[in-house]
T-cell receptor, first 116, second 110 residues
């Protein structure tokens, strides 16, 4: 149980284009999903917290107009990287909290974004 | 801002050795979680500790939550090459996002 999927698993795009990453909780409902960014050999950095039906809360230094987050349902959150630049290249990971669990979060497999 | 200090950052040992990874903070967490991550994959939850002084065992892995709920440790007995990976501790205040330590990259050679 508690499976979180991400799509796509990897994507290459050109500078200036936009990329959408999907995060789905497959066997549970998630009122809250989180988006993280991870650079090589580094830990996860929280980008934003996404609550179903409301606007996302972004961490300091994360541009909300560049990283658009939509949490349209209890099983789906999307992250859209707009006008991507090479410095946006990174590993993006989402996690979801089971609405029945007080503490535990489950992570997706990540999406490798490369902007050329 | 809550911070988690994780140490050591890198650890390279021989098969059969024991090791301990530490996670410390000046803040109190309602829970603390340990994850293991393989390259190119998302973190996989190993354990969640909630109660101060709690000890949990997962085969050769022993996890401990400090009495004051500010620190935690992960001890691996008789490490094996399959234990190689990035180990992450993460603390949480109830209902909020996880705060991650910087991670410990473990390499176990045979």
């Amino acid at each position: 149980g508690a499976v979180v999927s991400q799509h796509p698993s990897w994507v290459i795009c050109k500078s200036g284009t936009s990329v959408k990453i999907e995060c789905r909780s497959l066997d549970f409902q998630a009122t809250t999903m989180f988006w993280y960014r991870q650079f090589p050999k580094q830990s996860l950095m929280l980008m934003a917290t996404s609550n179903e039906g409301s606007k996302a809360t972004y961490e300091q230094g994360v541009e909300k107009d560049k990283f658009l987050i939509n949490h349209a349902s209890l099983t789906l959150s999307t992250l859209t990287v707009t006008s991507a630049h090479p410095e946006d290249s990174s590993f993006y990971i989402c996690s979801a909290r089971d609405r029945t669990s007080y503490y535990e979060q489950y992570f997706g497999p990540g999406t490798r974004l490369t902007v050329t | 801002t809550q911070l988690l200090e994780q140490s050591p950052q890198f650890l390279s040992i021989q098969e059969g050795e024991n090791l301990t990874v530490y996670c410390n903070s000046s803040s109190v967490f309602s829970s603390l979680q340990w994850y293991r991550q393989e390259p190119g994959e998302g973190p996989v939850l190993l354990v969640t500790v909630v109660t101060g002084g709690e000890v949990k065992k997962l085969k050769r892995l022993t996890f401990q939550f400090g009495d004051a709920r500010k620190d935690s440790s992960l001890h691996i007995t008789a490490a094996q090459p399959g234990d190689t990976g990035l180990y992450l501790c993460a603390g949480e205040e109830a209902g909020t996002a996880l705060i991650f330590g910087k991670g410990t990259t473990l390499s176990v050679s045979s």
